[in-house]
């Protein structure tokens, strides 16, 4: 398809799949539960972390760790007792998402919470920057400190050439804003234009597939590669195309 011809397909798929019936069977429906800024950020963050494998999947894990938390993130987050989280430590979670795991981010979001009134703060975009790669890196190393935990690895790092397609999509989940009701555009202080589509198996392949990228791996340099060609479609709301690609990719059309 030429340039125009893929614009106007693209925009007439994400307006397609962008709408309230894209939350029933996706994680994103775990934030929308709430309505206090620091639960969605939290459920948010949660669901986001562990967004790998079956969508049902990932859905029912993220809601035994609502559960867990007696329905209430931030309350609990804020003010869990030691005994609460004695009894988290031994739990399996999502696959490699354990019970310790749990309890590590739960450390962390009350430490963050202590210090922040919003995860906002954690990823401000300096205007010289083009994407999110240093705001992810600074937020790594801010939410997780310099002490070594096996939790590290449940938050990827651009600078590792990882996509960081969990956090991308969080972001997308907080910064967006439109009217459709799906994205939260609760972060009024960070510009939609810095997003990136979150790249997994889906978005891969039906990007390769219409030409919009040509490496082979889903990794940061191929995000970047995407980020130059979505923008040209529109350059201050490029993450609405994940709403296309992404349905592309679910429903098998370009099969």
């Known amino acids: 398809m030429k340039f125009e011809e893929l614009k106007i397909f693209l925009d007439e798929k994400a ?76 739990r399996s979670m999502h696959r490699t998402f354990n019970g310790e795991d749990f309890i590590y981010f739960i450390k962390q979001f009350n430490r963050i919470y202590q210090e922040h009134e919003s995860l906002e703060s954690l990823f401000k975009i300096d205007d010289s920057e083009t994407n999110f790669l240093h705001a992810i890196e600074r937020f790594r190393s801010r939410f997780l400190g ?59 392949n039906i990007s390769r597939k219409l030409g919009l990228i040509s490496r082979t791996q889903n990794d940061w340099k191929t995000v970047e590669e995407l980020d130059l060609v979505i923008r040209k479609f529109d350059n201050k709301d490029p993450a609405k195309y994940d709403f296309a690609l992404f349905g592309l990719g679910v429903t098998k059309e370009l099969l």
């Open 15 to 90: 307006d397609q799949y962008n709408n309230q019936g894209f939350i029933e069977n996706d994680p994103i429906q775990i934030p929308h539960r709430f309505t206090l800024k620091q639960d969605i950020e939290i459920a948010g963050f949660l669901a986001a972390t562990i967004s790998w494998g079956n969508r049902k999947a990932i859905i029912q894990s993220a809601e035994k760790m609502l559960d867990i938390m007696g329905n209430s993130p931030y309350d609990f987050v804020m003010n869990h007792s030691e005994n609460d989280l004695r009894q988290i430590k031994d």
């Open 146 to 204: 310099t002490e070594k935990h096996r939790s590290h690895k449940h938050v990827s790092s651009p600078y590792k050439n990882s996509s960081t397609k969990r956090i991308i999509m969080f972001l997308r989940w907080m910064v967006r804003k439109d009217k459709r009701g799906v994205d939260f555009g609760i972060w009024e202080n960070i510009d939609q234009k810095y997003l990136s589509i979150p790249l997994d198996v889906h978005t891969g």
